[in-house]
């Protein structure tokens, strides 16, 4: 099932409750309790729903509007009107547009990342392949200095008198 707990009371989604009610089952006092707790209370919660005009709204109260959240955050009560949207008046406040310019941050800073990454990564590979290169004329310089020591040596042992 899809409960939620929140501070010890059981909130349900509303194919829970509505199997409840539908059911025939014996309703308790517990049921109406998570009944009550599940559904939104538009004073407590302040949500009011899609944005109206000439409704009234305070502080705090939070509307649907243009696919957004917006709290309305003048300190005086006011009587929406045309033209006084969420979008156009500095009353409200958007709660989704907020996150989503963070969001678009959190982008910009992601992409800056991956071309960084993608640049450091490119001098690694370079380096690695320069680091092989020292490696191979290292190894190929040590074998000429061991079959010069070793040539010079074998020399020494055939030529020298006696």
């Avoid at 009353?91 to 960084?116: A, I, M």
Wanted: charged content about 25%.
């Amino acid at each position: 099932m899809l409960s939620t707990t929140v501070n010890k009371m059981t909130l349900k989604n509303r194919n829970e409750l509505n199997i409840l009610f539908t059911s025939n089952t014996y309703l308790s006092v517990t049921h109406f309790h998570e009944l009550i707790t599940s559904l939104l209370n538009k004073k407590e919660d302040k949500f009011h729903g899609v944005w109206k005009p000439h409704q009234t709204y305070q502080k705090g109260d939070v509307v649907y509007y243009e696919r957004a959240l917006w709290e309305m955050i003048a300190d005086n009560e006011i009587c929406a009107k045309g033209g006084e949207e969420p979008d156009k008046s500095d009353k409200w406040r958007s709660l989704l547009k907020e996150l989503e310019q963070k969001v678009d941050k959190l982008e910009r800073d992601l992409t800056n990342l991956g071309k960084e990454f993608t640049e450091y990564k490119q001098q690694m590979e370079l380096r690695w392949q320069q680091l092989l290169n020292y490696i191979t004329l290292l190894t190929l310089g040590i074998a000429i200095a061991l079959v010069w020591l070793v040539g010079g040596s074998i020399y020494h042992i055939f030529a020298s008198p006696g």
